[in-house]
């Protein structure tokens, strides 16, 4: 283990300090590029999009939002309240409620996002291999792309975002700040992305907005790649680690994950929401701890594409998950139905699509360019 914490098995994961840009001028460096990561940057061009041309993406898409919810009523817990109903009074008072709430799920995914694009930009900064460093850039063109999409989607549907929850922004800032390259990877590419497959599977399946639809799935045929970056450092780490460091790897996971799944859906982190709709928020945040305990989270989990569910299949799959962590995991899941399941990803099927569909645009856009090249 490395003086600073960065515990590396495979040398492709070798890091150095944030600041010193010196052992990027190693010569021997370039010549010991690893091939580990090719495939996942060269399929780049196969789901490139750009959400500034309408022909991936239209941000003018309009949406009924006076009349319509954007999620549907079932994903907005508040709206299970009779409290909440009987104070909202209105239908059309219920949806603007319901699209009210739907903000923050998204600015939430865009603070989430710009999370991930300082992260993979941190990481360019500290990975000496080339082609780990080359992914890492790669990603953070990806991740900029997102943030962009993303402050369209809620300027187009909202005018603007609120404000990141403090709970997600001290995680945020915890992993991007954090030295230690195995923080950033467990923390960012497979927790937080592993959440945002999640919740962009949810929200393909169950939003009223095609425009939401069409987002998410564009997003995810790049995130579907940055979960594999998380896979192949689990796959060369995970089985090299000495108890002690896996103990160290597994408690951080566990923080991260008990930070996600206790905080970031809690109704805590709507209290501005509440005010604003004349709720009290300690009653509303009262009734719904009654509805959400740890009895309902088991239910919730079953669902194979439960956000949280995901996460724990996460790291599951990448052998993080021991004796020392399993009970505080199979209080909401089964962990050995989830080892069962293999290592197929809920959004990958989705993600599988959007690829196809990204493919037919960028091969008629490149077998058009040869064609006006050739007629030059």
């Known amino acids: 283990m490395a003086a600073d914490g960065n515990i590396t098995k495979d040398i492709i994961y ?3 300090a944030p600041d010193d840009f010196e052992s990027m001028l190693e010569l021997d460096r370039y010549n010991a590029r690893s091939t580990a990561f ?21 941000f003018d898409e309009p949406f009924d939002m006076e009349n319509t919810m ?31 709430q739907t903000l923050r799920t998204f600015s939430s995914i865009l603070h989430g ?3 991930a694009l300082n992260l993979s930009a941190s990481l360019c900064h500290v990975l000496k291999d080339q082609g780990a460093q080359e992914y890492a850039a790669n990603q953070t063109r990806e991740e900029a792309r997102h943030v962009t999409a993303f402050a369209k989607y ?10 990141c929850g403090p709970i997600l922004k001290d995680l945020l800032v915890e992993i991007i700040g954090a030295p230690e390259v195995y923080k950033k990877i467990i923390g960012m590419q497979m927790l937080v992305e592993g959440l945002a497959m999640g919740a962009f599977a949810t929200v393909f399946n169950e939003t009223n907005d095609p425009l939401a639809r069409k987002l998410t799935q564009l997003v995810m045929t790049d995130e579907a790649f940055h979960h594999k970056f998380g896979k192949i450092w689990a796959d060369r780490t995970i089985p090299h680690l000495t108890p002690a460091e896996h103990e160290v790897i597994e408690l951080w996971a566990a923080h991260c994950f008990q930070t996600l799944l206790f905080n970031l859906v809690a109704p805590t982190q709507n209290i501005g929401l509440y005010e604003e709709f004349g709720l009290d928020p300690n009653r509303v945040i009262e009734e719904m701890g009654k509805l959400v305990n740890d009895e309902s989270r088991r239910e919730e989990m079953k669902e194979a594409t439960n956000i949280f569910r995901v996460l724990v299949k996460t790291l599951v799959n990448a052998g993080i998950i021991t004796d020392r962590t399993k009970a505080f995991y199979a209080v909401y899941v089964d962990i050995d139905e ?8 809920i959004g990958d099927d989705i993600a599988e699509e959007g690829i196809k569909y990204l493919q037919e645009i960028n091969f008629k856009d490149r077998a058009l360019a040869k064609i006006l090249i050739a007629a030059e």
């Not at 954007?70 to 699209?99: C, H, W």
């Open 338 to 345: 989830l080892k069962n399941e293999g290592d197929k990803m």
């Open 154 to 163: 809620i300027k187009a549907r909202w005018g603007r975002p609120v404000e």
């Open 113 to 115: 996002e710009q999370g």
């Open 38 to 58: 090719d495939k996942i940057i060269s399929a780049t061009h196969d789901h490139f999009w750009d959400p500034l041309d309408k022909k991936y993406i239209d």
């Open 70 to 100: 954007i999620l549907p009523e079932k994903m907005i817990g508040a709206l299970q309240l009779d409290y909440v109903n009987e104070t909202l009074g209105s239908q059309k008072e219920r949806i603007r409620f319901a699209n009210a």
């Open 14 to 16: 070798d890091a150095v």
